[in-house]
Each structure stands twice: as structure tokens, then as C-alpha cells.
């Protein structure tokens, strides 16, 4: 405090009608002031430190990430059992008929398992080959494993790297 706001209270000043252990109270600074204004501030702040949590994990939205998958690789190995079902000795109509419903509906379970996996990552499916740079999450194995097909990805990492 300042020499100018210091309040020097003689006992000569004090009206006698004033007891005197008021006025000892009036010339010294109130500790509970101080003590009520830390506890306000102190509130103030864990408010607004409150209500900014729960604005950042209640209404903003994440952005949305990408993840690649490699469909060429599903492919490769779908056209594997394709072919697999119709170089085999003695192929009978059966096997014929097997390859084709193969073939037919490998599109559409392609189609289907990658809006499963879009549901699930939340975010932006990319196919592998247009990632140009930057790391992303690659989903081949889990895609390969909604389809019902081995997780392996024949060596490759989990992130696009190249």
C-alpha cells in the first residue's frame, strides 16, 4: 500500500462518541476483502475453465481424418481364388457357377465393407494409391477381414509412407 492510502488514525481524531476498538478496525486494511476477492477470482476461473471443457468435448466436432485402403490388393487376392476355382483338373458347371457368384458379388461386399469401416473410423476412405504424401491409417487388414479374407498385407506397414 502507498504512503498516500495509508489512513495514519490519532486517538485525538476519533469523536469520542466512537468506541475505540472500532476505529483500530477502520484504519487497518480488512483481510476478509482480500480473502473474498481471491475466492471470486478463483472461481471466475474454474468456470470459464469448466464451461470451455465442456464446450470442446460436448459440441465441437472433430475434424474428420483420412484413412487409405488398398482395394488392389483385395482384388489381386479375390482374382486369385477366381482363378484357383477354374485352373483346378476336371473343373465341373458347379465351379463355374462358384467363380461367377465369386466375381459378382465382389463388388457390392467391397462396397458394403468399406461403408462399414467408414461408419466406424469417422473419417475420409481414400484408395491407397492417391495418397501422394503424409501419413494416414491404412485399413486393408480390417477390410480384408470384414471380408471374411486373412488380415495379412503382404509386408506393408501400418501408415502410407511414401
Known amino acids: 500500500m502507498s ?9 485525538s481524531d476519533i469523536p469520542s462518541d466512537i468506541p475505540q476498538s472500532v476505529a483500530q478496525d477502520a484504519a487497518q486494511p480488512d483481510c476478509d476483502y482480500v480473502l473474498v476477492i481471491g475466492i471470486s477470482m478463483l472461481v471466475a476461473v474454474l ?13 465441437v ?18 482374382e486369385a481364388e477366381f482363378t484357383s ?19 459378382s458379388r465382389i463388388g457390392p461386399e467391397i462396397e458394403h465393407a468399406v ?23 491404412d485399413l486393408t487388414p480390417r477390410l480384408k477381414t470384414l471380408l471374411g479374407m486373412s488380415s495379412r498385407t503382404d509386408g506393408m506397414e501400418s501408415g502410407v509412407k511414401p
Open 115 to 137: 461403408g462399414v469401416l467408414q461408419k466406424e473410423c469417422r473419417c475420409t476412405i481414400v484408395v491407397k494409391s492417391a495418397v501422394i504424401a503424409g501419413p494416414a491409417e
Open 61 to 78: 466436432k472433430p475434424a474428420a481424418g483420412f484413412a487409405v485402403v488398398d482395394i488392389a490388393s483385395v482384388v489381386k487376392v479375390k
Open 85 to 103: 476355382l477354374l485352373s483346378r483338373p476336371n473343373v465341373r458347371d458347379e465351379d463355374r457357377q462358384a467363380a461367377f457368384r465369386l466375381v
Open 47 to 59: 468456470v470459464t475453465t469448466a464451461s470451455l471443457a465442456g464446450y470442446h468435448f460436448w459440441l
Open 3 to 11: 504512503e498516500a492510502a495509508k489512513i495514519d488514525v490519532k486517538s
